[in-house]
């Protein structure tokens, strides 16, 4: 079973800070691969995309945030983190790490979410 632990959100930052989250995974099965991406969700709203980075280190971003936002992970392949820079108020938000395991010959289509890690952005 993976289990992730968010950490870094806070707040809050003032517009135009800065704030790194760091998700970090265990649980990982040797003979899997895994997708880490980053959603964000207001109250009331849907969850959003933000950003990913699958097995092979390629990485996609949201528009609403490509040019501020950057992720990155360790060699390890077993922390994600999400760099936010020029944070604007509506970048306030909760943050989800998420993770799909990719189907495979030993491996099973699986995805977990962490708890989620809030962040609050001040005009």
């Known amino acids: 079973q993976v289990q992730l632990v968010e950490s870094g959100g806070g707040g809050p930052v003032q517009a135009g800070g800065s704030l790194r989250l760091s998700c970090a995974a265990s649980?990982?099965?040797?003979?899997?691969?895994?997708?880490m991406s980053w959603y964000r969700q207001a109250p009331g709203k849907e969850r959003e995309f933000v950003s990913r980075?699958?097995?092979?280190?390629?990485?996609n971003i949201a528009d609403s945030v490509k040019g501020r936002f950057t992720i990155s992970r360790d060699n390890a392949k077993t922390t994600v983190y999400l760099q936010m820079n020029s944070l604007k108020p509506e970048d306030t938000d909760m943050y989800y790490c998420?993770?799909?395991?990719?189907?495979?010959?030993?491996?099973?289509?699986?995805?977990?979410w962490g708890q989620g890690t809030q962040v609050t952005v001040s005009s």
């Open positions: 649980g990982y099965k040797l003979t899997c691969n895994y997708d």
């Open positions: 980075i699958d097995t092979n280190g390629i990485a």
């Open positions: 998420h993770v799909f395991q990719r189907p495979g010959l030993f491996c099973s289509s699986e995805y977990y």
